[in-house]
């Protein structure tokens, strides 16, 4: 083995432990909102005498001992303060983690495997807020996201209007000139195909943007690079090889934040969900309210819903404080089935 | 020069290469910057000092066919994205060298326009290479070379489909030491005679001199050339590389100023006419 290679190893596993670190904080942080004062000292002591046993292994027990007292120091610390946690769907330095530092970035962001898991943990109290994208404006719908959306009994506290940027990143040290695959989420790998079939590179699709960085960061693959967001080549320490690589310059994802309870904001904006009565004219009659009170829409979506009807998404400009407002919406619910004020909020823009 | 299918003048209107806003080919044309990208706040600084005096593109090396392999080789693609930096904050288009058949794509991703330098003039793969892409090419004369053997590199180029192709006389190998190469300004309307496309002249390495390029300068405004690319630093001695012919910002400054005139004295018929009507001092 090379002085080189058996250095960067080295380094792997630094950055390795390094990163088990954060997950360990991040889930202590989350062991908090469920477990409230009890801190989990009873297990950690009995994991300290645990090791002072151990007869393996070549650091000391006492060295272990020292290395986990600080570890559980330092989780105790963070929990001590009243960190509020916004889940996301993906690995670290998914593009709904950029979004969720551009709406609030005091936020700890925390990261899950699907949308799913970010609105039951929202629901479950475990996060303060959840952040999903719901829609790109290359892309479409993000039907799964706005499938939840029906479903739930959580309200919109706010949004974010993104304009996503893609980076080339690779392994430090990697020669550009010898890259083959890139690897990537396939919208991503889409939205950039003109520049790998300029630099004749063969696009490899992987279940994340920020997944394909940090495999990357842990495999190593030969002759490999990755499309993602630059907050993920931060994380992943990984080199930007081109930034903005995206073939359209304009390319927005708009995101939502939930939250369990209705939030106290002063909003510019409201989200309403309903379903209408499978007659002529039913939907017609809602807009017609809405143009009557002179509120202007942002959006209307129809999204198929489980029992073969649709349900209608629908933005606009205006604040459910104001009497306007409460009256045009006290009108549409007469107008339409299920009807549900999401929230109203203000939405952030980075563009 | 008779396979010269697509470089031929023979009834082509002049060609004009654009970059940006800039037209090669179209009025005299200024590319000025360091010989080397030697880092963000070096190329930015002498960026802003040649785009202040009047420069139309901006030149800098980030990959350096050196002649020896101890010496410095240019920062590679860390260069490229200064130089694309140095272009967002001047606004100035940006030239550099491609010396290897797999940067081409890379290079340009990050410039507007590549340059083959004199000692890769008959590198055919990367001929082909840059005949492929989408991008003005600036093709140095090498420094052994016939015009005929030029342009047959040139006509590689257009016959790979690039048609965007800008001869550039750069000096070559005579008996005399004095001078680094001998510039060769008699090749500017000799290819004008022979070629529709627009040439430019490269006088710092074509005297290798600080002290001659001025003269040199304008000795190529009145050959009949398109325009010039001058090696500028803001500070010569410390240079990476060709420290010998660098310009001052200051030089640079009093050298566009003279160019420019002499190129508008040229170019104004009514002032060679003699019709100048000159405003009579009372």
Request: aromatic share 8%.
């Amino acid at each position: 083995m090379k002085k080189k290679e058996l250095g960067l190893q080295l380094d792997k596993i630094d950055y390795q432990i390094l990163k088990l670190l954060d997950e360990r904080m991040e889930l202590a942080l989350k062991w908090k909102k469920l477990n409230g004062d009890n801190n989990g000292e009873n297990e950690q002591t009995k994991f300290l005498d645990q090791i002072s046993n151990r007869n393996y292994g070549l650091a000391s027990p006492q060295v272990c001992t020292q290395v986990f007292r600080s570890v559980f120091a330092e989780s105790h610390r963070l929990q001590s303060k009243d960190f509020k946690l916004i889940g996301f769907q993906g690995a670290h330095g998914a593009y709904s983690e950029v979004a969720s530092k551009v709406w609030n970035s005091g936020l700890i962001p925390i990261p899950n495997k699907d949308f799913t898991e970010v609105f039951e943990n929202v629901a479950a109290g475990i996060y303060d807020y959840g952040i999903v994208p719901v829609e790109n404006s290359l892309g479409g719908v993000i039907s799964q996201v706005n499938q939840l959306i029906i479903g739930t009994e959580l309200y919109v506290a706010g949004a974010v209007e993104l304009n996503v940027h893609h980076c080339l990143m690779a392994l430090p040290g990697t020669d550009h000139r010898e890259l083959r695959t890139v690897y990537s989420h396939t919208q991503a790998l889409e939205q950039c195909h003109h520049f790998l079939v300029r630099n004749k590179l063969e696009p490899l699709p992987f279940y994340d943007t920020a997944g394909s960085a940090k495999m990357l960061s842990e495999q190593a693959p030969k002759a490999s690079a990755a499309i993602a967001s630059h907050l993920a080549a931060d994380i992943y320490h990984l080199d930007i090889i081109k930034e903005n690589i995206e073939d359209f310059e304009h390319n927005i994802t708009r995101f939502l934040i939930f939250s369990k309870e209705k939030p106290e904001v002063d909003g510019n904006k409201c989200s309403i969900i309903f379903s209408t009565a499978h007659k002529a004219g039913t939907l017609f009659k809602v807009l017609e309210v809405f143009a009557r009170s002179k509120l202007n829409l942002t959006r209307i979506e129809s999204i198929p819903n489980q029992q073969g009807s649709f349900a209608f998404f629908l933005d606009f400009m205006g604040s459910d404080k104001d009497e306007k407002v409460r009256q045009t919406l006290d009108e549409v619910r007469a107008h339409t089935r299920g009807f549900r004020l999401l929230g109203c909020y203000e939405e952030k823009k980075q563009l | 020069m008779k396979n010269l299918k697509l470089a031929a003048l023979k009834g082509h209107k002049r060609s004009v290469v654009r970059v940006g806003d800039v037209e090669i080919g179209n009025g005299f044309t200024m590319i000025a910057g360091p010989c080397s990208v030697e880092s963000e706040e070096q190329t930015i600084m002498i960026a802003e000092q040649v785009k202040a005096a009047g420069a139309d593109i901006l030149r800098g090396g980030a990959f350096k066919p050196r002649t020896s392999p101890y010496s410095f080789q240019g920062l590679g693609l860390e260069g490229l994205k200064i130089l694309e930096k140095a272009s967002l904050a001047t606004g100035l288009p940006v030239i550099t060298e491609v010396i290897d058949p797999r940067d081409v794509s890379w290079v340009c991703e990050y410039a507007d326009i590549l340059q083959i330098g004199a000692r890769n003039m008959q590198n055919f793969s990367l001929l082909k290479e840059v005949g492929r892409v989408n991008k003005p090419v600036m093709l140095k004369r090498g420094m052994y070379s016939t015009l005929a053997e030029w342009l047959n590199c040139v006509e590689y180029i257009l016959h790979e489909g690039n048609m965007q192709v800008i001869p550039c006389e750069r000096g070559i190998r005579t008996f005399e030491t004095y001078t680094r190469n001998t510039l060769d300004l008699s090749a500017v309307p000799a290819l004008k005679e022979l070629t529709h496309l627009p040439v430019m002249v490269d006088p710092s390495h074509g005297t290798g001199k600080a002290s001659l390029i001025e003269a040199m300068s304008l000795a190529a405004v009145a050959s009949g050339a398109d325009g010039l690319m001058v090696e500028v630093h803001h500070n010569p001695a410390e240079a990476l590389s060709d420290k010998e012919q660098a310009l001052t910002p200051q030089e640079f400054n009093s050298l566009i100023t003279k160019v420019r005139h002499l190129y508008d004295y040229i170019h104004n018929d009514s002032i060679l006419a003699g019709k100048n009507e000159v405003p009579e001092e009372k």
